[in-house]
């Protein structure tokens, strides 16, 4: 046997212990471990059942994903649930923490499952463009039934220990120790003379309106295609005898993992935990957090107070009128009743979070001894350096000063203080107790020190940060701003704002960029066009139509106009008539010829804007890693995560071509379409954006 298995025997019950931290993942090494320990169980004169469980603090969480790509080796995971389930002793499964994918799988060949109250169980392959592939989707069916199993196997999600034994999934919930609770129930087992209840010589389920469920299945994946795939293979589980379902599985899995989607989402898996992983900040300590002041009470502010108060930590917010102060204390109760619906918190809880841990107030003092400030004022620099300035007299030498600035230059910011090197960026998504997308924009004299505290804060109010550089817009809003730059000008030419919206939702997006922009409000961007006209180069194209939108008092959504109309109590708009006619006259006063652009040809421009100017600022050293750039997009801005983010799309498709491609635009607008550097680099070295992430995670 392997290390990765521990054999001892207890009277005649022998126990398989798995011990492969950090979640006993289904490794070459444990499954050759667990075949071995099934043989000596049963070679072992005198035992007549076997427990497997897991050491630390799961059971098992699943196949090996860094296995993945390679090529896979005996004993195969089918085969070792096969194995299993075949043995003429009794085989119970004690499953602790989470008993996930394989790990469930496992779980499901042995006869009898037995859990503690706070174990959870899934098959969550689909989150990694998979199918379960050790037998889930035809045992499962069988134990609980085709409508609770397609639920389990198509959402992925995990289900808590009194579901599982509500469904059948398990059979007790006993608390203890799991190795000793398995032992408890072999024995009774045993001594009851208990039968194997292998689930594969269990009766298949009744069918359903298969097609039904593939198409409604398709459709909610907005793209993604193994959740839908995961309603053949429960098909074949009614349809076929067991081995030939067995088969039937193993293809379409097999087919799913050799899909770009599998690469994207197992990329996305990886990048979202390395995303939090910045070599500079190796051994750096984070200042202590306990309090957290907040400078302003509106959407953002109340919103960031909410994820802190939600998180444990004590909330100062500052405002500057007392009625700007109680309407901040509404908003915030507002948001946090949300989470009291949800059973996210308790009554106690909510009281105790709206009076002792938040404090409102509109005296800069009440921040004398916080821990970090977080500034959400009003956009606009002078404002900022007058907040920063008394935030500088009034707290605590060590206190760490933020803004949540979406573009605005940190180091202007930190250099209006007398201690630049506590200064930070920590830029947050609306709505901040949501959007889990943090930028933690790192100036020029922020100390390391500050730079791990915005991480652990960021850790702590469970968001994904991502570290970036100072410039405008830092990583998200600069390529957004790029991107959507890319489909005015495909609007100038001659396609419809319409049709850019409808291509891009069906490539996965969730709202297409004009969609996006009623949401966010169409007077924020006219805004920044005012803005940046003075400094704008004559070479840039920027239509006008959407000034003449925003002239009549059409802001979006909240106007109920902008390029789409909403009507009071309808989901989504309808295109706006007036809209077609505005671009028409600009194309006629530019002369302009409209042409006509393919769903393909609209993806690839918007997608190739997005992947050039992200290079642009790899290069400059705005986001340190492809990745990070990866993980910004796909929290921040909806970009599908079966792509696993634009720069392992850019991998996907080929850097070469897309070079090429935006080569063949530059000849059109040189100045939209320079090509990045790295880019050029990275094809003439033959490498790939993951090339430089692996160079970063050496
Ligand atoms: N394989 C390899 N490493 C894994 C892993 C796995 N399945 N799961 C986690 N890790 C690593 C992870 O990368 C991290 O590493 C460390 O463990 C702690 O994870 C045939 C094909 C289990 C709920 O999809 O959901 O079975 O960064 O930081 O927040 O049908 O990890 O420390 O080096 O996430 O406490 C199905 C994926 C696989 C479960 C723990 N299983 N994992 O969360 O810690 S496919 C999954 C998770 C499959 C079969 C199919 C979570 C977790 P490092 P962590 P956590």
New binding site residues.
């Given amino acids: 046997m392997t290390d990765k298995i521990g054999y001892t025997r207890k009277g005649d019950i022998a126990v398989l212990r798995i011990s492969n931290p950090?979640?006993n993942?289904l490794s070459h090494a444990v499954r050759e471990g667990l075949v071995a320990g099934m043989d000596r169980a049963e070679a072992d004169d005198g035992v007549k059942a076997v427990v497997i469980v897991g050491d630390g603090r799961?059971f098992i969480?699943?196949?090996?994903?860094?296995e993945f790509g390679k090529t896979p080796l005996e004993p195969f995971?089918p085969d070792l649930c096969k194995r299993i389930e075949d043995s003429p002793l009794i085989v119970v499964a004690s499953l602790h923490g989470?008993s996930?994918?394989?790990?469930l799988?496992v779980a499901l060949s042995a006869h009898y499952r037995i859990a503690q109250p706070s174990a959870k169980v899934g098959l969550?392959?689909v989150?990694?463009g998979?199918i379960?592939?050790?037998g889930?989707t035809q045992r499962l069916p069988r134990l609980i039934g085709v409508d609770a199993a397609l639920d389990l196997i198509t959402t992925g999600r995990q289900v808590k220990a009194d579901e599982a034994d509500r469904l059948g999934i398990i059979d007790e919930i006993t608390e203890g120790d799991p190795g000793e609770v398995g032992l408890a129930y072999a024995e009774k087992l045993v001594a009851s003379n208990a039968p194997r209840r292998p689930i594969s010589e269990m009766e298949a389920p009744d069918p359903i309106d298969w097609d039904a469920a593939y198409d409604g299945t398709l459709k909610k994946g907005r793209g993604q295609i193994s959740p839908a795939q995961a309603v053949r293979a429960v098909q074949a589980s009614v349809e076929l005898p067991f081995h030939q379902g067995m088969q039937a599985e193993r293809e379409i899995f097999m087919d799913l993992m050799r899909t770009d989607q599998r690469q994207g989402m197992i990329h996305a898996?990886?990048s979202e935990?390395a995303v939090g992983n910045l070599p500079e900040l190796k051994g750096v300590e984070p200042r202590a957090l306990q309090s957290i002041g907040i400078i302003g009470g509106g959407t953002m502010g109340a919103g960031i107070a909410t994820a802190a108060l939600l998180a444990g930590f004590n909330v100062v917010l500052i405002e500057m009128k007392l009625d700007a102060a109680e309407a901040a204390r509404a908003r915030i109760s507002g948001n946090l009743s949300g989470a009291l619906k949800r059973g996210k918190i308790s009554e106690l809880q909510f009281k105790t979070l709206t009076t002792v841990a938040l404090e409102v107030s509109i005296n800069y003092d009440s921040l004398a001894s916080v821990d970090l400030v977080i500034e959400a004022v009003f956009e606009d620099m002078a404002v900022k350096k007058d907040v920063f300035g008394k935030l500088d007299a009034v707290c605590k030498p060590d206190a760490i000063l933020a803004s949540n600035t979406s573009y605005l230059d940190i180091n202007e910011i930190a250099a209006s203080t007398s201690r630049p090197e506590s200064v930070i960026g920590l830029h947050f998504f609306s709505p901040a107790h949501v959007m889990k997308l943090l930028e933690v924009v790192v100036a020029e004299k922020t100390a390391p020190d500050v730079v791990a505290t915005g991480f652990a804060l960021g850790k702590a109010l469970n968001k994904i940060s991502v570290r970036a550089g100072v410039c405008d817009g830092f990583i998200g809003n600069r390529i957004l701003a790029t991107y959507r730059t890319a489909a005015d000008h495909m609007v100038l030419d001659g396609a419809s704002p319409y049709q850019i919206d409808k291509a891009l939702v069906d490539f996965g997006f969730a709202m297409g960029p004009f969609a996006v922009a009623d949401l966010a409000g169409l007077d924020i961007g006219w805004a920044t066009r005012k803005r940046k006209a003075a400094t704008r180069h004559a070479a840039e194209r920027v239509p006008t139509y959407p000034d003449k939108i925003c002239e009549a008092g059409n802001f979006g959504q909240k106007t109920g106009k902008g390029f789409y109309v909403y009507e009071a109590g309808t989901r989504g708009g309808v295109p706006n008539p007036e809209v077609p006619e505005l671009i028409d006259a600009e194309r006629a006063e530019r002369g302009i010829t409209p042409r006509d652009f393919t769903d393909a040809e609209i993806v690839r421009r918007y997608m190739a804007a997005m992947v050039n100017e992200a290079a642009k600022l790899l290069g400059e050293g705005i986001a340190k890693r492809p990745l990070d750039v990866d993980m910004v997009l796909l929290f921040g801005y909806g970009f599908p995560r079966y792509w696993g983010g634009p720069m392992k799309w850019a991998d996907l498709q080929g850097l070469p071509a897309l070079l090429a491609d935006i080569e063949r635009y530059a000849t059109e607008d040189a100045w939209f379409w320079q090509p990045a550097p790295l880019l050029k680099q990275l094809v003439a070295e033959g490498r790939t954006f993951d090339d430089l992430n692996k160079d970063a995670a050496r």
């Fill in positions: 950090p979640v993942a799961a969480a699943g196949a090996d994903i860094t995971l989470v996930l994918g394989g790990g799988e969550p392959e989150h990694l998979l379960p592939g050790a889930g898996f990886f935990r």
